[in-house]
């Protein structure tokens, strides 16, 4: 495990870095065109700046839970909170998601135990938190009960296919759970504003999709939909973090930064889709997802509470002693094998 000093610092000096880029004061410019000059002029802004600072710092947070135990009063070295963030909410925060992972791990038994079956559906807008969520509900389960589903684009044999036959195969089987990043809904929003998808297509999909969850809640399968929800200018910050972070840069396709030309489109199309689709067998509920921290802790939270799940007894654990034969001979390794201890 890298130990905290050491992540401390790799974090300040990409901070250190990004602060420069975002004030002009890299060795690259920002822009060449007058638009993207008058952003850069924007980006000069101490309130802008001190804003994406914390999400630098917010970053260095989710890659902290990743690698910090699992008693949260272990992590004294840790660095200050974001400009403007409650120091003992950050406590809390942590406090609270080992908590909820700890009830997760029990729901997660339960569902094992019990041969329930859930799918569990994340949409919304580019950058909105999804992916964070799903790894922080993800993180201390078993990936043979609780499982992430993140399809690429179809391919051409997909294309012909009937449109919901390549997300059946992934659908769980009893003692599972499966969680979607993006999900069908993609019919709804990125393929109707791109124009991925013909009119007929588009309202096929739409007289198909309330049925087929129904099909899938009276088979035994509960389905549970989330919109992550953010503002404009939360997304156009989180974009701006990923540009200037090269260990995010890759979170960015060109069809993201051509997307957050068409705010107003996805806006439309988000409205239409939950309108024609929010059924009591399977309803949307919606994150509200500009504060990530509480974004993660409502949304598991509220995952929690739509299963009336109970912890599972285990029996008792008990090591047994190793045995010793008289025999045993240890071989020694190669020292060719041996992968060098640079650290």
Same mark, same amino acid.
């Not at 272990?74 to 200050?80: Q, V």
């Not at 260990?247 to 030309?261: C, E, F, G, T, V």
């Given at each position: 495990m890298v130990s905290l000093k050491d992540s401390n610092n790799s974090f300040r000096r990409r901070l250190k870095l990004a602060s420069r880029i975002l004030i002009g004061k890299a060795v690259v410019?920002?822009?060449?065109?007058? =638009?993207?000059?008058l952003l850069a002029d924007r980006l000069k802004d101490e309130v802008l700046l001190e804003r994406l600072q914390a999400k630098l710092m917010d970053d260095y947070d989710e890659e902290l839970e990743m690698e910090v135990d699992d008693?949260?009063? $272990? $992590?004294?070295?840790?660095?200050?909170?974001?400009s403007g963030e409650d120091p003992v909410f950050r406590r809390q925060y942590f406090q609270e998601l080992f908590r909820l992972q700890g009830e997760l791990v029990k729901l997660q038994d339960w569902i094992a135990a019990t041969g329930q079956k859930a799918v569990i559906l994340f949409e919304g807008r580019d950058a909105a938190g999804k992916g964070g969520v799903i790894k922080r509900i993800v993180q201390r389960l078993d990936p043979r009960v609780c499982r992430t589903v993140a399809l690429p684009a179809p391919s051409d044999r997909e294309r012909t #296919?009937? /449109?919901?036959?390549? !997300?059946?195969?992934?659908?769980?089987a009893a003692g599972e759970m499966v969680l979607?990043?993006?999900?069908? /809904? @993609?019919? =709804? $929003? *990125?393929? %109707? *504003?791109? $124009?991925?998808? @013909?009119? =007929?297509? !588009?309202?096929?999909?739409?007289?198909? *999709?309330?049925?087929?969850?129904?099909? +899938?809640?009276?088979?035994?399968?509960? *389905?549970?939909? /989330?919109w992550f929800s953010i503002t404009d200018e939360e997304q156009r910050l989180r974009?701006?973090?990923?540009?200037?972070d090269p260990?995010? #840069?890759?979170?960015?396709?060109?069809?993201? +930064? /051509?997307?957050?030309?068409r705010w107003e489109q996805y806006t439309e199309a988000k409205e239409v889709?939950?309108? %024609?689709?929010?059924?009591?067998e399977a309803p949307w509920w919606v994150v509200q997802a500009v504060d990530k921290k509480k974004a993660r802790l409502n949304c598991i939270h509220h995952l929690l509470s739509q299963f009336s799940y109970q912890e599972i007894e285990r029996p008792p654990i008990v090591l047994p002693e190793r045995e010793h034969h008289p025999d045993y001979q240890r071989h020694p390794v190669i020292p060719d094998m041996m992968v060098p201890e640079i650290y």
């Open positions: 410019p920002l822009a060449e065109s007058d =638009a993207e000059g008693h949260p009063s $272990g $992590g004294k070295g840790r660095s200050p909170g974001p #296919q009937w /449109y919901f036959q390549r !997300y059946v195969s992934h659908l769980p979607f990043d993006r999900s069908w /809904y @993609n019919r =709804a $929003g *990125v393929e %109707r *504003v791109m $124009g991925f998808c @013909n009119d =007929a297509e !588009y309202e096929e999909f739409f007289r198909s *999709v309330p049925e087929f969850e129904r099909m +899938l809640v009276r088979s035994g399968t509960k *389905v549970i939909k /989330y974009f701006f973090s990923r540009i200037h260990l995010k #840069q890759w979170k960015l396709s060109p069809m993201d +930064l /051509y997307a957050r030309s889709m939950m309108e %024609r689709t929010h059924i009591p």
